[in-house]
């Protein structure tokens, strides 16, 4: 009895352990894994695409700013050149005439920046978007803003191809010869983005020099581009610019419609000087000159009421920002006009006016930063107007 059960239990063991063995899961070793690293050839928050030698970078902001004007309307007869009224507001270039209240916007961009090194240079790509909420006129502030690409171009070494600011506004190796005033509204300097062809040559630390072929949406003679022209030198003092733009037609239309279509041109001339022992703190002065009422000018609030480009014959511009710590900076700036031009001609309408801002802006805690700007804007002949904003951004 005691032998049939010794023999029953061993044949249940041997059963049972064929059992198991048939059952047994064969575990797959991982693959591995290749982490992100961290690319510091081109600043912070650069980052290798995995498998690749590329570098990339996403960067962006959320803000929500309240503005608000006191802008009554105004008019210039054209027949008589009398005017009336008030000056066309800064902050809105004259969009809510006779509205009180507040003016809201919320935006949201993007940018992804993407850069490796090649025989010829750096080849960089870089795309924004963007979307905003309210702001425009018209605009319902109720409804989905819509998204939409701000700039897109590609650069390689000192070549570049795509849609970002004109070369006017900003080049591409030009560093602080750059936009106007130090606050974000930056003052009436000629802001336009623009399709371009451009070459750049030398270095954002020292000398550089930029051509660009940029695009009038078949303005004039269609085959013709504007064409921009940049000198800068800059230092750790600071820098100095001059710049040069053409176009072969002020008045925004194509050769074949019955409108007399003139050329134009404007120069500038600029410089920031950077405070000593006062890390931050810079002064800039900037002078333009146009020949006419061409995109190559400042491009100053008037521009509601001649429905041109708003030029002025000439204008200078200064402007000087203290960096109190850290966290705490403010600027004030003014700019004067002589003898705006007449929309889309050379002739001048004998009206002259300035341009006054104060700006502040506080970060206190890493990448949120509050600011408030306010303008007050006073042509001849016509009411000062004041206009202004307080926002929030939370860059990332």
């Given at each position: 009895?005691?032998?049939?059960?010794?023999?029953?239990?061993?044949?249940?063991?041997v059963?049972?352990?064929?059992?198991?063995?048939?059952?047994?899961?064969?575990?797959?070793?991982?693959?591995?894994?290749?982490?992100?690293?961290?690319?510091?050839?081109?600043?912070?928050?650069?980052?290798?695409?995995?498998?690749?030698?590329?570098?990339?970078?996403?960067?962006?902001?959320?803000?929500?700013?309240?503005?608000?004007?006191?802008?009554?309307?105004?008019?210039?007869?054209p027949?008589?050149?009398?005017?009336?009224?008030?000056?066309?507001?800064?902050l809105?270039?004259?969009?809510?005439?006779?509205?009180?209240?507040?003016?809201?916007?919320?935006?949201?961009?993007?940018?992804?920046?993407?850069?490796s090194?090649?025989?010829?240079?750096?080849?960089?790509?870089?795309?924004?978007?963007?979307?905003?909420?309210?702001?425009?006129?018209?605009?319902?502030?109720?409804?989905?803003?819509?998204?939409?690409?701000?700039?897109?171009?590609?650069?390689?070494?000192?070549?570049?191809?795509?849609?970002?600011?004109?070369?006017?506004?900003?080049?591409?190796k030009?560093?602080?010869?750059?936009?106007?005033?130090?606050?974000?509204?930056?003052?009436?300097?000629?802001?336009?983005?623009?399709?371009?062809?451009?070459?750049?040559?030398g270095?954002?630390?020292?000398f550089?020099?930029?051509?660009?072929?940029?695009?009038?949406?078949?303005?004039?003679?269609?085959?013709?581009?504007?064409?921009?022209?940049?000198?800068?030198?800059?230092?750790?003092?600071?820098?100095?610019?001059?710049?040069?733009?053409w176009?072969?037609?002020?008045?925004?239309?194509?050769?074949?419609?019955?409108?007399?279509?003139?050329?134009?041109?404007g120069?500038?001339v600029?410089?920031?000087w950077?405070i000593?022992?006062?890390?931050?703190?810079s002064?800039?002065?900037?002078?333009?000159?146009?020949?006419s009422?061409?995109?190559?000018?400042v491009?100053?609030?008037?521009?509601?009421?001649?429905?041109g480009?708003?030029?002025?014959?000439?204008?200078a511009?200064?402007?000087?920002?203290?960096?109190?710590?850290?966290?705490?900076?403010?600027?004030?700036?003014?700019?004067?006009?002589?003898?705006?031009?007449?929309?889309?001609?050379?002739?001048?309408?004998?009206?002259?006016?300035?341009?006054?801002?104060?700006?502040?802006?506080?970060?206190?805690?890493?990448?949120?930063?509050?600011?408030?700007?306010?303008y007050?804007?006073?042509?001849?002949?016509l009411d000062?107007?004041?206009?202004?904003f307080?926002?929030f951004?939370?860059?990332?």
């Amino acid at each position: 009895m005691i032998k049939r059960f010794l023999l029953g239990s061993a044949a249940v063991l041997v059963v049972a352990t064929g059992a198991r063995a048939a059952d047994a899961v064969v575990v797959a070793e991982p693959e591995p894994v290749e982490y992100v690293r961290v690319c510091d050839a081109y600043g912070a928050g650069f980052f290798y695409i995995p498998g690749t030698e590329t570098c990339l970078q996403i960067s962006g902001y959320i803000r929500y700013q309240m503005g608000s004007e006191n802008y009554k309307g105004g008019v210039i007869d054209p027949a008589t050149g009398e005017v009336s009224g008030s000056s066309p507001d800064f902050l809105t270039y004259g969009a809510y005439p006779d509205e009180e209240g507040w003016i809201k916007e919320t935006r949201a961009r993007v940018d992804i920046d993407a850069r490796s090194e090649t025989e010829w240079g750096t080849l960089r790509g870089r795309i924004r978007f963007q979307g905003s909420w309210g702001g425009a006129a018209g605009a319902n502030p109720f409804s989905d803003g819509p998204v939409s690409t701000d700039q897109a171009y590609i650069d390689l070494g000192g070549f570049r191809a795509g849609y970002s600011e004109s070369a006017w506004v900003e080049s591409q190796k030009g560093g602080v010869a750059a936009y106007g005033s130090h606050s974000w509204g930056s003052m009436s300097y000629g802001d336009a983005q623009r399709h371009q062809l451009g070459y750049s040559f030398g270095s954002a630390e020292g000398f550089a020099a930029t051509i660009s072929l940029e695009d009038d949406a078949l303005e004039g003679d269609g085959w013709i581009p504007d064409v921009v022209g940049v000198l800068s030198y800059n230092q750790a003092w600071g820098a100095v610019w001059a710049k040069f733009g053409w176009e072969d037609s002020i008045n925004n239309v194509p050769d074949d419609i019955a409108v007399a279509s003139e050329s134009g041109w404007g120069a500038q001339v600029g410089m920031q000087w950077n405070i000593p022992n006062a890390p931050g703190s810079s002064l800039r002065l900037l002078g333009f000159y146009s020949d006419s009422d061409t995109r190559f000018g400042v491009i100053a609030p008037i521009s509601a009421l001649t429905g041109g480009n708003g030029a002025a014959e000439w204008s200078a511009l200064a402007s000087y920002l203290h960096q109190f710590n850290e966290k705490f900076a403010a600027s004030v700036g003014g700019q004067y006009f002589s003898d705006f031009y007449a929309g889309g001609s050379d002739e001048t309408l004998g009206l002259s006016g300035y341009e006054l801002e104060v700006a502040m802006a506080w970060t206190p805690v890493t990448n949120f930063e509050i600011r408030t700007e306010v303008y007050y804007d006073k042509i001849e002949e016509l009411d000062g107007t004041v206009s202004g904003f307080l926002r929030f951004t939370r860059n990332f």
